[in-house]
């Protein structure tokens, strides 16, 4: 399976466990199910990736031992699993904090868990039941965020959808789904608006971001836009730096190169001119890096960059081509140690001239 990547900027060499995992949380779950959980807190303090057979190969559980403790995990709050179009691979995981569980004063032992209300930016509160009451209730209250999604009325939905810049938007947003809006639809377009304070063109940006990468579901871009929101992200500009660092690709190739912290600024300039300038599929760029790693212990992204744009100039575009260039560049080595046959004076050294560039070089004059 892909690997999937987390979202922080930070990193300090210690993993910090909330008290309230440890004293609400902790005592339900299963040996798996806490090793699994632990490990992604490291992972992701470190700014690295992970992956479901890595960490099945790690703790020597199986893969769905693994994604059973990932979605029991998300099933208590404390994460949110995201998968790519098929929904099947997990692509991202956004960690959400442990909260404290409301305690009744009441001496009766059941709890009751409000399952579906991590999926509406809420924390689920037990509430335990009376012994004598006929009804039992559950409750649940907004997370302790800034950033909660509030109830919005059809009034206030529909004041919205009559502001004048609002109508543009919307157009626009249908435009990258390729369906009418929903009611829902845009009331995630008006908690962008609201809450997270996006301007037109971030949201903009965002739906277009989320499309271009396969998804359309609206549960997903409010994911992103929450990441961003909570990053301080505020601008299309802040937004394409900010996503361009936790590229999958951007991991893949790092790994690659041997590297297992966060790109810095040069080394993602290095990254995005091999795949937006000289438009290298993955697999070209895995063979520079390969070669690479062979090759050298330190430099390693000058190097590949020699590799790569000297392929760009021989206008490689698939892993055939490749060969064809090692292949000629051999010819031409042996070619050069071979001594002219016939030649009685063999024992003199022998003038290497490249007579292409020679010809160059008179033309240029």
Avoid at 278 to 301: K, L, P, Q
């Amino acid at each position: 399976m892909g690997q999937f990547i987390f979202y922080r900027d930070d990193y300090a060499d210690t993993t910090v466990i909330p008290n309230s995992f440890i004293d609400e949380y902790m005592k339900d779950a299963n040996d798996a199910q806490i090793k699994v959980y632990l490990y992604l807190l490291r992972v992701m303090n470190a700014g690295l990736s992970t992956g479901v057979s890595e960490i099945a190969d790690k703790f020597n559980h199986t893969e769905k031992d693994v994604i059973r403790a990932l979605r029991y995990w998300e099933k208590a709050g404390l994460l949110f699993l995201l998968f790519d179009e098929s929904g099947k691979n997990i692509t991202g995981i956004r960690f959400k904090e442990p909260q404290r569980r409301e305690k009744d004063t009441s001496a009766h032992s059941d709890t009751i868990p409000a399952d579906t209300a991590a999926m509406q930016n809420t924390q689920p509160v037990l509430v335990k039941a009376e012994s004598a009451a006929p009804v039992i209730s559950i409750s649940t209250r907004q997370a302790e965020t800034p950033f909660a999604k509030p109830v919005y009325s059809a009034d206030k939905l529909r004041a919205f959808k009559n502001r004048e810049e609002t109508a543009q938007l919307l157009f626009v947003a249908e435009s990258y789904i390729g369906r009418p809006l929903s009611a829902s639809d845009m009331k995630s377009i008006l908690y962008f608006s609201d809450c997270l304070h996006f301007s037109d063109d971030l949201i903009d940006y965002l739906i277009q971001y989320c499309v271009d990468r396969g998804k359309k579901d609206f549960k997903y871009i409010e994911a992103v836009a929450l990441n961003w929101a909570q990053s301080g992200i505020t601008t299309p500009k802040e937004a394409e730096k900010f996503a361009s660092r936790y590229d999958k690709s951007v991991y893949t190739i790092m790994k690659e190169l041997g590297k297992n912290s966060a790109p810095t600024s040069k080394e993602l300039e290095y990254i995005n001119r091999w795949v937006k300038e000289y438009g290298f599929s993955s697999d070209i760029i895995a063979e520079a890096c390969e070669r690479t790693v062979m090759a050298t212990d330190s430099h390693r992204f000058e190097y590949a960059e020699g590799i790569l744009s000297s392929w760009k100039k021989e206008n490689v575009r698939r892993k055939s081509d490749i060969q064809r260039i090692d292949e000629l560049y051999q010819k031409r080595r042996l070619q050069k140690a071979a001594p002219p046959a016939g030649n009685r004076f063999n024992q003199f050294p022998q003038r290497d001239y490249d007579f292409e560039e020679l010809e160059a070089k008179l033309l240029r004059k």
